[in-house]
C-alpha cells in the first residue's frame, strides 16, 4: 500500500480506503512498513486521514508482526487512538502447523504417505521451535518445497507406470527444515491484529 512517492502512497491508501467503505479493509504484513526510508509516516499519515474522514463508515484491521506493529502504533499516538481493540493471535501449535499442511496438501491434490506427513510435523515442530509459535505460512511454505522437490523426484526417476506416484508426496520429499524466506527480526512470528 505504500507508494514510491507521497503522493503515490496518498493515492494507494485512499484508492483502498474508497473500495472498501462500508466494509473493512485487511492489510497484511503491515508491518513491513517500518522498512520503508521514512519507518511508514507517509502510510500512517494518510491512514489517519482516511479513518478520521469515514469513522463510522470503515474498519481497518492491521495484521503482522506484533513487535513492528506495536512500534507504529507508538510512533503515531493520534492512529493508535483509531483502533479500539489489539488482539495479539498466539500463533499455531506443531500439531496445528502439521494439520494445516496436510489439509494444504489435499486441497491442492497431492496425498501423504504416512512416513510423509510424520516428517512434516517433526520438520515443522523444529520450525516452531526455532521461531516461536507458528504461522500458517510455514506449513505453506514446506509444502511449496516438498513439492518442489517431489517433482524433481519424478522427473529425474524413471518412468512409472503407477499414476498415483505424480499425486503423491514421500517422505524423501520434505525437507529437513523450512526456508522461511524473509527472516523474522524479533517477536513477528505470532501476528497481532489490531
Known amino acids: 500500500m505504500a507508494g514510491a512517492t507521497p503522493r503515490e502512497t496518498r493515492v494507494l491508501v485512499g484508492e483502498t480506503v474508497r473500495r472498501a467503505t462500508g466494509g473493512i479493509v485487511m492489510i497484511p504484513d ?24 469515514w469513522r463510522d463508515d470503515l474498519a481497518v484491521i492491521l495484521a503482522g508482526q506484533a513487535g513492528p506493529l506495536r512500534g507504529l502504533l507508538r510512533a503515531s499516538p493520534p492512529l493508535a ?23 494444504l496438501a489435499g486441497e491442492a491434490g497431492f496425498t501423504l504417505t504416512p512416513d510423509a506427513a510424520r516428517e512434516a510435523a517433526a520438520v515443522l515442530a523444529q520450525a516452531e521451535g526455532d521461531h516461536g509459535p507458528g504461522n500458517a505460512r510455514l506449513a505453506a511454505r514446506l509444502l511449496d518445497q516438498a513439492t518442489a522437490s ?3 523426484r519424478i522427473t529425474t526417476a524413471p518412468q512409472s507406470r503407477d499414476p498415483a506416484t505424480l499425486s503423491t508426496i514421500d ?17 513477528q512470528w505470532p501476528g497481532q491484529y489490531l
Open 81 to 103: 487512538a483509531r483502533f479500539p481493540a489489539v488482539i495479539d493471535f498466539p500463533g499455531y501449535t506443531a500439531g496445528q502447523l502439521a494439520a494445516i499442511f496436510a489439509t
Open 171 to 187: 517422505a524423501a520429499d520434505i525437507p529437513g527444515h523450512v526456508h522461511p524466506g524473509d527472516p523474522p527480526a524479533d517477536d
Open 150 to 152: 517431489q517433482a524433481r
Open 30 to 53: 503491515a508491518h513491513a512498513w517500518c522498512r520503508l526510508p521514512d519507518r511508514g509516516q507517509q502510510v500512517l499519515r494518510r491512514l489517519y486521514q482516511e479513518l478520521t474522514e
